[in-house]
């Protein structure tokens, strides 16, 4: 499910004054660390990305320019979700903390947005943590090491235990 429609200089100019525009206008209708904290709330998610993922590449010594995978989506995908749901979870997280910044701007409609964005991020990250917790048990089960405590190491519990585990009928 790739992208198949990108934004081009002419929608990135867009946003771009969009976002300026509400922190000017901001300026004049509320405080001045509000007005310039919006903008960076509604861009949260890849601002945190990019940095997280910038300063990594900096402790590891590489040149924080260089392209690697260890973006969000990235991460989500290794975790064991489809691109579709990691695009999802990171749509959400995004959603979520614009709906914020929609509260936190004083609109009437804030409180509501942020209430539907909370039960649409509940509901994906119900879903992903079920997926990436079910595809942790399959790693380790991949790996030999066993899910539950005081279970054996190399057959598992009772229930586990396959055809192949038992010995042979006499």
């Not at 260890?70 to 979520?96: E, P």
């Not at 709906?99 to 209430?115: E, H, R």
């Amino acid at each position: 499910n790739p992208a198949q429609i990108f934004m081009g200089d002419g929608g990135a100019y867009f946003l771009g004054f969009t976002l300026g525009g509400i922190g000017t206008i901001g300026v004049a209708k509320v405080a001045t660390t509000l007005a310039i904290a919006l903008p960076f709330c509604i861009l949260a998610v890849p601002i945190v990305d990019m940095s997280a993922v910038m300063f990594n590449r900096i402790a590891r010594g590489t040149s924080p320019f260089k392209a690697d995978n260890r973006h969000l989506h990235h991460r989500l995908m290794r975790a064991g979700l489809s691109q579709r749901l990691s695009v999802m979870f990171v749509y959400a997280l995004t959603l979520w903390m614009g709906s914020l910044a929609l509260l936190l701007s004083g609109s009437p409609l804030g409180s509501a947005f942020l209430g539907g964005a909370s039960v649409f991020m509940a509901a994906v990250g119900w879903e992903v943590w079920k997926r990436v917790r079910r595809f942790a048990n399959m790693q380790r089960s991949a790996n030999g090491k066993t899910t539950m405590p005081g279970a054996h190491p190399t057959r598992g519990t009772s229930e586990e235990t396959s055809i192949r585990d038992r010995p042979p009928r006499t």
